[in-house]
């Protein structure tokens, strides 16, 4: 992978997440949770906008029509355009108010899986499987005791479906029944203990290698579908947070 480097937007961001591509746009997506902020940035007029909400904003998915389904600390909200109003769709965790949404990924089925965290020191958050049905949200809960959810993807194949609680420093693979669309036991994918290297957003490549920023260890990882560690990329920044493949040719990786 060419590994130049360069700065896409220089921003005083608090906590920047979840960027995405949306390919009918040829746009970056991203979050700023804490301060609730959303940002666009097309890269065919290189405009970067960027909108706030009351509530901190955490990982979004883009539905069909375009439209972006956008998970914050209030619950879940569908929005129409990147302008467009906030349409509220639901909560699962209603009596946990003080969690948010933390991190995400779409199924192979088309609806997707988001988690929740508390302060991020008790295990406090779950994760959830989501489907839009008729402008109804339907949720399932999948796994609980959470501290730290991130590192969510699902391989190409979508027969692995993978997460990491960020503190206990470990990668988990599980298998994906998409019958069901369950999740089986998990194994141990990979391990980064006795290191500074605390995984955090993920992102998975079309041969299924597996790529995740290590926050305060200043680097992205790829490792292989069998857990072996291929590279390391040295980023000129201490707390990558997430990572997304796109760009107008698909061969770029953004990181916030």
């Known amino acids: 992978m060419n590994q130049d480097i360069s700065v896409l937007a220089e921003l005083n ?9 949306n390919s009918q746009e040829k746009s970056w997506y991203w979050v700023d949770i804490i301060e609730g902020l959303l940002y666009r940035y097309c890269t065919q007029s290189e405009i970067l906008s960027h909108r706030r909400f009351p509530f901190k904003t955490a990982v979004f998915f883009f539905t069909e029509k375009n439209h972006i389904i956008l998970t914050s600390s209030k619950g879940l909200y ?6 467009g109003d906030e349409i509220f769709l639901g909560n699962p965790e209603t009596n946990v108010p003080d969690n948010r949404f933390n991190d995400g990924v779409s199924t192979p089925e088309g609806g997707f899986i988001a988690g929740t965290i508390g302060d991020g020191s008790q295990p406090n958050g779950s994760t959830y499987q989501f489907e839009l049905i008729n402008g109804v949200l339907n949720s399932t809960l999948l796994r609980d005791k959470y501290t730290i959810i991130n590192g ?10 993978y997460a990491t609680d960020t503190p206990t420093q470990e990668i988990l693979k599980y298998p994906y029944d998409r019958n069901q669309q369950s999740l089986g036991e998990p194994h141990l994918f ?8 605390f995984p955090d957003g993920a992102a998975v490549d079309h041969a299924g290698n597996y790529w995740i920023a290590l926050y305060g260890s200043g680097k992205v990882c790829q490792i292989s579908p069998e857990g072996k560690r ?11 947070t997430m990572l997304a493949f796109g760009g107008p040719s698909l061969s770029q990786l953004l990181v916030t």
Do not use: A
């Not at 990979?190 to 290297?197: A, G, L, Q, V």
């Open 13 to 21: 961001m608090t906590l920047g997440e979840s960027p995405r591509w």
């Open 78 to 83: 569908l929005l129409e355009s990147f302008d």
């Open 152 to 161: 969510q993807v699902f391989s190409p194949n979508g027969e692995w479906y």
């Open 190 to 197: 990979y391990s980064f203990k006795n290191t500074n290297e």
């Open 230 to 240: 291929l590279q390391d990329i040295d980023l000129p920044v201490s707390q990558p």
